[in-house]
Structure formats: structure tokens, C-alpha cells
């Protein structure tokens, strides 16, 4: 099943729930990316960025947004090509759990190769691993599922190889927070 269409199935099973989308903000005359026909029945549906625009409800910056908006205020979160342009994503994924009330859902889709864009406020790319890595266990979260969106190739004068490995334009999640989220970021630490 795709992500969109499993976040859309989870979201029908909440009654008229209260809706966030990160990153909201149109930009020049493109058409709004508002992604409200992904939760038809949202009780509310609020659009959010860290500047005011066209399709922005509220202004909150994401390292924040939990002491802006205060804590389980919503029972969705979406999040489309707005992680990579955050200076400290554990801080804002922090944020985002501590919004989200238990049994709140989460997509995110952020790049995993991508040109730089929104210069000099785009800081990162995403594998499938980072984004997990951000909604951990421990943190009262539980990714259901994560993959790769629109296969691309990265050529290279410098490397030539480079073109062989893959590569993805986007890195996507879908979670579910099951438990109050710690006040204090846990980091799950791999061993080997």
C-alpha cells in the first residue's frame, strides 16, 4: 500500500480529527500544496510555516512548535518537503511528537537526493534510516512504514560510480505516537 494511502486509511478511523501540515507557505504564484483533501473530515486543518503567506494559518517555528501550539493538540501531522529546510531536526521531530496526541498519526515526506533549494536554509537530506531514526521507540513513537519516492540517479564527472548506487528525489513516513512523549529528547543509540 502506498504511504499517502495508508496514512489516509489510519486518518478514517479518527473521528473528525484536528489536522497541522508544516510548511505551508505558498511560495510566488504556484498553487497551493494545502494537502486538506488527504483528511476530508478534519474536524480543523490548520497550516503552518515560520512565515506568514498565502495558506498560513500560523506562524511557528518547528523548533518550537510544541511550546507555540502547546502539547497533544492535534491527532494528524503533515509534513511535505519541510524537514530538510529545519537547522536541527531532532529538536523539531522532538517538537512534533510532543504536539501530537497518543494515537496522533504522522506523515512526513522530505528529499533524499535533491538539488539545493531554498539556499541557505536547506540543511539536509533524508534516508529511510534518518527518518525513523528521528521517531524513536523510546520517545513513545512507532514508525509503521517508511520508503523511497521517484527513483533518480546521481551522475558525477568526479565519480562515475556515483550514478550506479540509488538514489531516490524523496525519503517518506508514516508513524504513530502510542505513548506521552518524554520531556527530554531520548536518543536510541545503535550497537554493534
Same mark, same amino acid.
Request: hydrophobic letters at 30%; aromatic letters at 6%.
Given at each position: 500500500m502506498d504511504l499517502v494511502e495508508l496514512?489516509?486509511?489510519?486518518?478514517?478511523?479518527?473521528?473528525?480529527?484536528?489536522? &497541522?501540515? &508544516?510548511?505551508?507557505?505558498?511560495?510566488?504564484?504556484?498553487?497551493?500544496? &494545502?494537502?486538506?483533501?488527504?483528511?476530508?473530515?478534519?474536524?480543523?486543518?490548520?497550516?503552518?510555516?515560520q512565515e506568514s503567506g498565502l495558506d498560513v494559518d500560523l506562524v511557528a517555528d518547528l523548533h518550537q512548535l510544541a511550546d507555540q501550539v502547546g502539547e497533544e493538540q492535534y491527532d494528524a501531522i503533515i509534513s511535505c518537503s519541510t524537514l530538510e529546510h529545519v537547522k536541527y531536526p531532532h529538536l523539531a521531530a522532538h517538537q512534533i511528537m510532543r504536539t501530537l496526541r497518543v494515537g496522533g498519526l504522522l506523515f512526513i515526506q522530505t528529499h533524499h537526493t535533491f538539488p539545493l533549494h531554498a539556499h541557505p536554509y536547506d540543511y539536509f537530506r533524508f534516508s529511510r534510516e534518518a527518518l525513523a531514526g528521528l521517531f524513536g521507540t523510546q520517545m513513545g513513537f512507532q514508525t509503521l512504514a517508511t520508503d523511497y519516492e521517484f527513483p533518480a540517479q546521481i551522475h558525477s564527472e568526479q565519480d562515475p560510480v556515483a550514478k550506479e548506487h540509488p538514489a531516490f528525489l524523496n525519503a517518506r513516513l508514516v508513524g504513530q505516537k502510542l505513548s506521552k512523549t518524554p520531556s527530554t529528547y531520548i536518543y536510541e543509540l545503535d550497537t554493534v
Open positions: 496514512f489516509q486509511e489510519k486518518c478514517r478511523a479518527i473521528t473528525t480529527p484536528d489536522v &497541522l501540515e &508544516l510548511g505551508t507557505r505558498r511560495v510566488g504564484d504556484r498553487p497551493s500544496t &494545502l494537502r486538506t483533501s488527504w483528511v476530508p473530515h478534519a474536524q480543523s486543518y490548520v497550516g503552518t510555516d
